[in-house]
C-alpha cells in the first residue's frame, strides 16, 4: 500500500489523515483491478530463533531488500550497489535506468505482498531500492554463471574486486554469501527476472540466464553435495533465493498424505519445550520401580524357553500351582514385611490371565493421531551405535534418509560443512517454520544430527564414513556446529524419518549389552526402593545368623573343627618322624 506520511510515521502529531484516506481508497481500487492473490514468502525470524543467535539471521555487511535497508552499520555497502546500478545502465542500449525502476513500479502490489512486514515508504521509493538491489544480486551471481555444467568465472569489476573473489578467500564474499541467504534479507525471484528482461529484451534469454545464475550458486553454497537427480525447478516457482535453495534440498513429494504433523497438546510452554515434558513427569509419577524391576526380569525370562527352564516355567504357571497360592497368598500379602513384595509378585503370578483376555489388536487410530513426546527424538549418538554393529553409508537427499534392518545400516545424506554453513541451515529452518504449511522436514533433519552427534568422536566416524565433508577446523566445531542448532518451533510427524529413528532405536534396545545396562542402571542404581528391599533382606539374614549362632555357639563350634582338623594333619607326620 502507498500510504503518504510527513517526516515520522510514528508521531501521531505529523500523520496526515487525508493522505492516509486517499492512499487507503488508491490501494482498494488497485487491488480490485488486480485481483490477484500473491502469497507472502519473504517473513521476519520467529522471535524464539532470533534469540538463540542473532548474528545468523541478521546481515553483517550488505541489506538486500527493504527490512534492513536503512541500517546505519550497513549503509556503507550503499555505493558498492549504486555502482552496480551504473554499470548495469551503460550495457543498456537503447533504454535508461529509469525505465528498469518503471518497469518494477508496476508491479508494486506483488512486491509488497511477498513481505509479511508492512512496507511503509511509497511506490517510486520502493521501485528503486528493488531495482538497485536487484542490479547487485545479478552482477554478484553472474560470478557463478554455469555453462554445460561447469562453474565460469566471470570477470569482476574493479569497483568490487576487493569484495568479491570465487575461491572464498576473502572474509567479505563470504559476508556476503551468508547476507544473500538470510530470510529477512531477500526481494522476489521474479524482481530479478524482470530487470533481466529488461536488460536483453527477451524473457526466454532471461529466465535461461538466470537458471544458470541459480544453479552455480546452489552448487557454491548447498551443504548437500551428492543430490542426484534433481529435478529441473521452474524459476517462476520459486520465491527468492532461500526458497530456491530450499527446494533443491528438500525436493516436493508427491502426495501430501505421506506426511501428518501433529503439534503439542494444550499446557505449559515450558514443559513442551523442555527436555523433562510433562508426558515424562506423568511417567515417571505413574510408575512403580519395584514393579518395573520384576517386569524386566519376567521379560528376561519369558524369552528363554528352552530345557529346565521351560519345564520350571509350566509348572509355576500351571492352574493347581495357582489354585494354591491364590489362597495363602491372600493373607501372606498383608503381614507386615510383605507388603513390598505384594505388587512384584501379583504382576509375575497373576497378571497373565488379565493379559490373556485383553484383545490383541487395539484400535491404532488414537495413537497415529497423538503427538509425538520428547522419547520419540531421542536416539543413540553414531559411537554407541557403532560399538552396536550399525554401519553408516551415505545418500542422495534428506528424503532419502532410512535404516536397513537386515544389514543394519543407516543411510544418511553427504552434507559439507563450511563457513558459511550454520547460517545457511538455521535461516532454512527459520524459513520452513515460517512458511511451510505441512511438517517440518529439514528441522526434523536437524534434530536428528543434533540427536546423533554429541562430540568430535561422533563427526570423526561420520567423516570418515564420507557423511560429513569438514572444511571446518576441527571435529569438534562441527560437532559444536550441531549441538547449538534450536530445538523446533513445533514437533512434527515426519513418517520417513520417523520410521528411521524407530528403527535404529529398536535396534539399539534390543540389543542385551544396553539392556542389562539399562537395567542396572533403572533398577539397581536409580531404585532407592529396590536398595531398600535389599537392605532389609541383608539385615533379616544378619539377625537369623545372629541368633543361630547364640543358640548353637558358632564360635566354640569353628574352635573344634580347627582343632580336629589340626589333629588329622598333623598325627600322622608326628608318628612318621618317631618312626625314624
Avoid at 370 to 381: D, R
Avoid at 397 to 413: E, G, Q, W
Avoid at 527 to 532: A, C, D, P, R, V
Avoid at 535 to 541: G, H, K, R, Y
Wanted: glycine content about 4%; overall charge neutral.
Amino acid at each position: 500500500m502507498s500510504f503518504q506520511y510527513t517526516k515520522s510515521s510514528n508521531s501521531l502529531a505529523e500523520f496526515d489523515e487525508h493522505r492516509w484516506l486517499s492512499g487507503i481508497q488508491q490501494t482498494m481500487e488497485e487491488e480490485l483491478e488486480n485481483d490477484h492473490a500473491f502469497p507472502v514468502s519473504i517473513f521476519n525470524v520467529p522471535k524464539t530463533l532470533m534469540a538463540c543467535d542473532p548474528a545468523s539471521y541478521t546481515p553483517q555487511l550488505v541489506a538486500i531488500g527493504p527490512y534492513h535497508y536503512w541500517s546505519t552499520e550497513l549503509y556503507e555497502m550503499e555505493r558498492y550497489k549504486i555502482s552496480a546500478a551504473k554499470r548495469t545502465q551503460k550495457q543498456l542500449q537503447t533504454l535508461k535506468f529509469q525505465d528498469v525502476v518503471d518497469h518494477l513500479i508496476k508491479l508494486e502490489l506483488k512486491i509488497r505482498a511477498s513481505y509479511h512486514k508492512f512496507l511503509n515508504f511509497n511506490k517510486e521509493t520502493l521501485g528503486w531500492m528493488m531495482a538497485i538491489d536487484a542490479c547487485f544480486l545479478l552482477e554478484f551471481l553472474q560470478i557463478y554463471a554455469i555453462k554445460e555444467g561447469v562453474v565460469t568465472v566471470t570477470r569482476v569489476s574493479s569497483g568490487m574486486s576487493h569484495l568479491v573473489d570465487y575461491t572464498g578467500r576473502k572474509s567479505a564474499h563470504n559476508s556476503i554469501l551468508k547476507d544473500m541467504v538470510m530470510l529477512e534479507n531477500q526481494i522476489p525471484l521474479f524482481v530479478l527476472r524482470e530487470t533481466l528482461e529488461v536488460q536483453f529484451s527477451s524473457l526466454e534469454i532471461a529466465d535461461e540466464r538466470l537458471l544458470l545464475m541459480l544453479e552455480g550458486f546452489r552448487q557454491e553454497l548447498s551443504p548437500f553435495k551428492m543430490i542426484q537427480d534433481l529435478p529441473k525447478i521452474q524459476v517462476l516457482k520459486c520465491a527468492h533465493l532461500l526458497d530456491y535453495l530450499y527446494d533443491t534440498i528438500v525436493p516436493k513429494l508427491e502426495s501430501s498424505t505421506e506426511i501428518t504433523e501433529a503439534e503439542y497438546p494444550p499446557g505449559d510452554e515450558a514443559d513442551q519445550n523442555s527436555g523433562n515434558s510433562s508426558y515424562v513427569k506423568y511417567f515417571f509419577k505413574k510408575k512403580s520401580f519395584v514393579k518395573d524391576f520384576f517386569s524386566e526380569i519376567w521379560e528376561l525370562l519369558s524369552k528363554l524357553n528352552k530345557g529346565p527352564i521351560r519345564l520350571l516355567k509350566a509348572v509355576l504357571f500351571s492352574r493347581p500351582v495357582k489354585v494354591l497360592l491364590k489362597l495363602p497368598w491372600k493373607i501372606l500379602s498383608n503381614l507386615p514385611g510383605f507388603s513390598i513384595l505384594k505388587q512384584p509378585v501379583q504382576f509375575m503370578f497373576f497378571s497373565r490371565d488379565k493379559e490373556e483376555v485383553k484383545p490383541e489388536n487395539k484400535s491404532s487410530n488414537k495413537e497415529i493421531n497423538k503427538p509425538p513426546l520428547v522419547e520419540e527424538i531421542a536416539i543413540p549418538s553414531v559411537t554407541q551405535l557403532s560399538k552396536s554393529c550399525v554401519m553408516f553409508s551415505p545418500t542422495g537427499n534428506v528424503l532419502s534418509i532410512t535404516f536397513d534392518p537386515k544389514t543394519r545400516t543407516f543411510y544418511l545424506p553427504t552434507v559439507s560443512l563450511d563457513v558459511n554453513t550454520e547460517v545457511v541451515l538455521r535461516n532454512l529452518v527459520a524459513y520452513e517454520a515460517s512458511n511451510a504449511s505441512g511438517p517440518l522436514v529439514f528441522t526434523r533433519y536437524t534434530e536428528l544430527m543434533n540427536g546423533i552427534i554429541d562430540t568430535a568422536e561422533d563427526v570423526k566416524l561420520l567423516r570418515e564414513k564420507g557423511i560429513i565433508m569438514n572444511r571446518m577446523k576441527s571435529d569438534e566445531e562441527v560437532a559444536n556446529l550441531w549441538n547449538g542448532m534450536s530445538k523446533s518451533i513445533r514437533l512434527t510427524r515426519v513418517p520417513f524419518l520417523d520410521k528411521a529413528i524407530e528403527d535404529v532405536n529398536k535396534h539399539y534396545n534390543g540389543r542385551w549389552k544396553v539392556k542389562i545396562m539399562r537395567f542396572v542402571k533403572a533398577y539397581v542404581f536409580g531404585s532407592w526402593q529396590f536398595l531398600t528391599l535389599i537392605a532389609a533382606i541383608c539385615l533379616v539374614l544378619l539377625m537369623g545368623l545372629q541368633a543361630f549362632c547364640s543358640v548353637y555357639t558358632c564360635g566354640r563350634m569353628n574352635v573344634r573343627i580347627t582343632h580336629q582338623q589340626y589333629m588329622d594333619v598333623v598325627k600322622p607326620q608326628d608318628s612318621s618322624i618317631d618312626s625314624t
